[in-house]
């Protein structure tokens, strides 16, 4: 057993980012921030599920739904160095994944890239109905280890995720590349 716990985010940590890039090669940027409250927010609560995200987004950025899943696939680029961090932190750590989601989607991901074994366990928002920065979320995360740690890190790369973690005992690491986890961790 560890003494500390290490949570990592998925999308921009663990893949690169999907949503955005995909939303601003048909969107403006108030268009964008629109549409990511009216599905992407349900989705990750888990009001929608992704295959009704998806046939939303087809709608609304005018695109036939295959095509947009083909190009939404083509963003999941996974980020090997964090790959190798994790594995290298299991041995120090216990790990966790917490990831807003919609239902399905990173478990697809994780099981088709083989990732799963990496993380002693995953918390997807849209399964438990909280996301990030609901600090609900974070607790519920921390409570599937049912056990006291000594230091408790987040690692996202939205600092709006990372604002309240201090408040219950989260150390935040704002991810920019393993670089930026790797000084605070060691």
């Not at 041995?91 to 917490?98: F, R």
């Not at 609901?134 to 690692?155: G, P």
Request: with cysteine.
């Amino acid at each position: 057993m560890h003494n500390r716990l290490v949570i990592f985010d998925c999308f921009g940590v663990i893949f690169g980012e999907v949503a955005p890039l995909f939303l601003r090669k048909y969107l403006s940027d108030e268009e964008a921030d629109a549409i990511k409250d009216k599905i992407f927010v349900p989705a990750d609560l888990g009001h929608i599920t992704y295959d009704e995200l998806l046939d939303t987004l087809a709608v609304t950025v005018g695109v036939d739904r295959d095509e947009v899943i083909r190009e939404w696939n083509k963003l999941f680029i996974l980020k090997d160095d964090t790959v190798e961090l994790i594995k290298k932190l299991r041995e120090t750590a216990d790990i966790a994944l917490l990831s807003n989601a919609p239902l399905g989607l990173v478990e697809k991901m994780f099981e088709e890239y083989g990732l799963t074994c990496l993380f002693d366990k995953m918390v997807v928002s849209s399964a438990i109905g909280l996301a990030k920065p609901d600090l609900e979320i974070y607790r519920y995360c921390v409570a599937q280890f049912d056990r006291e740690y000594d230091k408790i890190y987040m690692i996202d790369d939205n600092s709006a995720n990372l604002e309240p973690l201090k408040e219950i005992g989260i150390t935040p690491i704002l991810f920019t590349g393993v670089e930026s986890v790797v000084s605070v961790l060691g």
